[in-house]
């Protein structure tokens, strides 16, 4: 079974500082991975997509990858109270020899940030 | 204005009732998916397609069912043999199978009474 873990949080962090989403995969041949913001009662939104390992930086958010450790984070700079919200991590597995190509997701983190 | 339309973004059906949910998409994506999502559970494939009139069995779909008979458009019904079906339904659309991003539409909320 592919799975997909994160903490489920509550992740609170102060005004301006940095919150750290982490997410780890089990399905090793995964390529492509991929952060939502969802806040409550609404959608799931794309906020961020990771191929290659190292560092991918949009604004105030960066997304880290490494395949080796099995490992995505998400880093949000100078946080916001509009940032609070719950973090989903997907995952597109492994691509290679008939996969199903949809993407598993994990529970999500949900992050608060204090005024 | 390109997009995923999901109707209606409220639904309140009795028990033992087969219900239809919509989902439109206007952004020419090959796959079309539908989740589950129920607090604490994260979000739970229950259908997927790559191509019109083709589509496969997600993690849980028992009680469900789904046509493909145009790019654009991916119902999904969810019949009386579906024994639990209050959750938050969402469909969502991607370019390709393979490693590419998926979008969403606003969700349907479904409750059974």
């Known amino acids: 079974q592919k799975e997909v873990e994160q903490n489920s949080g509550p992740l609170s962090v102060p005004e301006g500082a940095i919150a750290s989403l982490n997410c780890t995969y089990s399905?090793?041949?995964?390529?492509?991975f991929f952060w939502y913001r969802q806040y409550s009662g609404k959608s799931p939104e794309l906020i961020m997509s990771?191929?290659?390992?190292g560092d991918k930086e949009d604004g105030r958010f960066t997304a880290q990858l490494n395949k080796a450790s099995q490992y995505v984070s998400l880093l949000i700079r100078d946080s916001q109270p509009s940032d609070s919200a719950t973090y989903l991590c997907?995952?597109?597995?492994?691509?290679?020899?008939?996969?199903?190509?949809?993407?598993?997701f994990g529970k999500g983190t949900k992050l608060s940030v204090k005024p | 204005d390109g997009g995923i339309t999901q109707s209606p973004k409220y639904l309140f059906r009795k028990e033992g009732q087969n219900v239809t949910l919509s989902c439109e998409q206007n952004?020419?994506?090959?796959?079309m998916y539908w989740y589950r999502q129920d607090p604490g559970q994260g979000l739970r494939l229950i259908y997927y397609?790559?191509?019109?009139?083709?589509?496969q069995k997600g993690d849980i779909a028992e009680g469900y069912s789904v046509s493909r008979e145009k790019k654009e458009s991916f119902p999904l019904t969810v019949t009386s043999a579906q024994k639990n079906p209050t959750a938050f339904y969402l469909c969502?659309?991607?370019?390709?199978?393979?490693?590419?991003?998926?979008?969403f539409g606003q969700g349907t909320r479904l409750t059974v009474v």
């Open positions: 952004l020419n994506h090959d796959a």
């Open positions: 399905d090793r041949g995964s390529q492509s």
């Open positions: 997907a995952v597109n597995p492994d691509t290679v020899g008939g996969s199903q190509g949809n993407l598993i």
């Open positions: 990771i191929y290659s390992n």
């Open positions: 969502a659309s991607s370019p390709g199978p393979w490693g590419t991003e998926a979008f």
């Open positions: 397609s790559q191509i019109v009139n083709d589509f």
